[in-house]
C-alpha cells in the first residue's frame, strides 16, 4: 500500500517565523510530489511542486525534497496568520494519479 | 477565467435517492478525478477519467457511478447503495501528462437528510 504520512499537528509558530511542515512516503517510485493549502472549508489550493532532489523557493515558500530519505518539506518563512490552514503533502509515480496525506494543521500565533 | 466549477454546493440525500453532483472543467484539461474528503482523513479517489468515454474505478468506487461524455463534463452519481455519503466532495482535473499538477473545484457537501 503506497503512503504519504504528515503528521496531523497543530503545529503552532508565532508570527513571523518559520514554519516546517514534512511529509515522507512510501513509493521509491514516486517522481513528483505536490503541496496544497486547505482552509477549514475550502477546497485545496496548490502552492509548490517538486520533481527534482534539492530545493525550490517561490517567494516565502521552499519546497524540499530527499528522494534518498523519502522525504519532502514546505518551508514557510515570515508566518502570518493568514497562512493558518491545514497543508496537504501529494506525491506521484510518474502518472497523473496521486497519493494524498492526511494534512498537517498550521496555526500561526498573532 | 479558466477553472472548475462544482454545483451544487451544498446537497442533502433523503434515504433511498440517488443524487448526482456536477463538475464542469474550462482548462481544457484532458483528466477528470473525483475524490472524497472525510473529516480527520485525506482525499479518497472514488473515480478517474483519462479521456472522453473512459473512466476507471479509484480506491472506494463502490456506491458511485460517473460518466463522461464530453470533455468539460464528468458528473458523480451518488447511489443509494451507498451507506455513508456525508462528506465533502472535490472535482480535480489536470493536463495528461506525467508529473502535472492536479487543480481543484469548490467541493459540494453532501449530507443526509
Known amino acids: 500500500q503506497k503512503e504519504v504520512e504528515q503528521n496531523s499537528g497543530p503545529l503552532s509558530v508565532p508570527e513571523g517565523a518559520i514554519a516546517s511542515l514534512n511529509c515522507t512516503y512510501s513509493?521509491?517510485?514516486?517522481?513528483?510530489f505536490f503541496w496544497y493549502r486547505q482552509y477549514s472549508g475550502k477546497s485545496p489550493e496548490l502552492i509548490m511542486f517538486?520533481?527534482?532532489?534539492g530545493d525550490k523557493e517561490d517567494g516565502r515558500f521552499t519546497a524540499q525534497l530527499n528522494k534518498a530519505s523519502q522525504y519532502v518539506s514546505l518551508l514557510i518563512r515570515d508566518s502570518q496568520p493568514s497562512d493558518s490552514a491545514t497543508y496537504l503533502c501529494?506525491?506521484?509515480?510518474?502518472?497523473?494519479?496521486?497519493?494524498f496525506g492526511t494534512g498537517t494543521r498550521l496555526k500561526v500565533l498573532a | 477565467d479558466g477553472g472548475i466549477t462544482q454545483s451544487p454546493k451544498y446537497l442533502f440525500r433523503k434515504e433511498g435517492q440517488n443524487v448526482t453532483l456536477s463538475c464542469e472543467q474550462n482548462?481544457?484539461?484532458?483528466?477528470m478525478y473525483w475524490y472524497r474528503q472525510d473529516p480527520g482523513q485525506g482525499l479518497r479517489l472514488i473515480y478517474y477519467?483519462?479521456?472522453?468515454?473512459?473512466?476507471q474505478k479509484g480506491d472506494i468506487a463502490e456506491g458511485y457511478s460517473v460518466s463522461r461524455e464530453k470533455k468539460e463534463s464528468f458528473p458523480l452519481t451518488v447511489t443509494s447503495a451507498q451507506k455513508n455519503p456525508t462528506a465533502f466532495y472535490l472535482c480535480?482535473?489536470?493536463?495528461?501528462?506525467?508529473?502535472?499538477?492536479?487543480?481543484f473545484g469548490d467541493g459540494t457537501r453532501l449530507s443526509i437528510l
Open positions: 501529494a506525491g506521484g509515480a510518474g502518472t497523473y494519479k496521486y497519493i
Open positions: 482548462l481544457n484539461h484532458d483528466a
Open positions: 517538486i520533481y527534482s532532489n
Open positions: 513509493d521509491r517510485g514516486s517522481q513528483s
Open positions: 477519467s483519462q479521456i472522453v468515454n473512459d473512466f
Open positions: 480535480a482535473s489536470s493536463i495528461v501528462v506525467n508529473n502535472q499538477p492536479q487543480h
